[in-house]
C-alpha cells in the first residue's frame, strides 16, 4: 500500500477501499459548509459533471473540468513509472489527469467532501491508481525517499493559514480569527523542506502560484488570498498592518516573487529549477511560457479572447503590451511555475 510506504504518520485510519483520513480537523473550500453537504448528498444520484452543471458557483465547472487547469502537468516530462502526491489536491483537476500517466497518485486533502467528490470522478473514470488521504498537509509526516513527484499547485500560500477557510467569505467579509505567531514563511519553508525530505534523487516539485509582484497589483486588482489593496507589493510587516486594520485578521498568505521564491529552493536542496511564467494564470492558463525565453510571442489579453471586449480590457492589453512585448518585464508576469528537481 502507497500510504505505508510514504506516509510515516501511526494513526492512519481506513475509511473505505483507498481512503484514509488522519483524523485531523480542517476545512478549505470554495464552497460552503451547507454547499459541500448538498454536493456530498447528490453524489449518489448524479455524475460529478452534472452535479457541478447544475451547482450556480462562477467558474466551478471550469475550476474542476477545464483541460487548461492541467497543462502544466507536461512540463515534468513524465515516463510512466513516478509515485506522485498531489498535495491540496481538491476535486482532482491535477489528480485525475496525472493518475493516466503515472504509476500511482496519492490525493491528500484536509476537506473529506472535496476527497470524497475526488473517489467519485476516480471511479468514473475507472482508475484504481489513486489513493485518498484526508489530513492537515502541516501534519503529515513523510518517507524519506519514498515517492518520486511532488505537486503543490496553490497550496503553498494557504499553507500558513491554520484557520478554516471558505473562500468567499475569507476574501470579502471580515474575520475575527485566531493569531498564530509562527512566521508563514517559516511554515511554507518547513512544509516545503518535508517535501524534499520524502522525494527521492532527482524526483520532481511541481510548484505553481501567483506572482508577488503581478503587474495588475500595481493597477488596483486585490490581493487574490487576502481581498486587499497592494499586500503583495508592501514588505510583508506593513501588509500585516493593513490585514489587520481591513480583515481584522493577520497577513497570512504569504506569496513570492521570482527571485524569492528561487532563493528558497536553492535553499532547500533543490538543483536544476525551471521556471515558467502562466498567463493569464497558473489556474487556467492558455500560455505557458519559459521564464529565459522573451515574450515576443505573448498573446495580449488571452484570457478575454471569448469575451466582451471592454475599455478596462484594452487599456489591460496596452499595458501589457508595452511591459511585456517591448520592455520585456517578465519579473511583472502574473503567475509562475517551478520544476524543481532534488540533486
Known sequence: MILKKIIKNKNIKKISNNFYTLNTQGYWSNLSYEENKKLVSDLKKHSTRKLIKQFKKKNLNEVIFSQKRHSGLD???????????????????????????????????QTKESLLFLEKRTYEEKLKNIHFLQANLRDIELTHSSFDIAIVNGVLEWIAETNEVVVDDYLNKKNNIKNEKISPGLIQKKFLQKIVSGLKKNGKLYLAIENRYDYKMFFGLKDPHNGTYFTTIFPKFVS?????????????????????LKKILDDLGFGNISLYTAWPDYRLPDQIIPYQNNLNNLKICSAYKNSKITWRKKIAGIIEYILFKKLNLKFLSPSLIFIAVKK
Do not use: H, Q
Open 240 to 260: 500585516n498592518i493593513i490585514s489587520l486594520i481591513v480583515k481584522r485578521r493577520p497577513y497570512r498568505t504569504w506569496i513570492y516573487s521570482v527571485n524569492e
Open 75 to 109: 512540463l515534468l516530462n513524465l515516463k510512466g513509472f513516478e509515485k506522485v502526491l498531489d498535495f491540496g489536491c481538491m476535486w482532482g483537476a491535477l489528480t485525475i489527469p496525472i493518475a493516466k500517466k503515472t504509476k500511482t497518485v496519492l490525493g491528500i486533502d
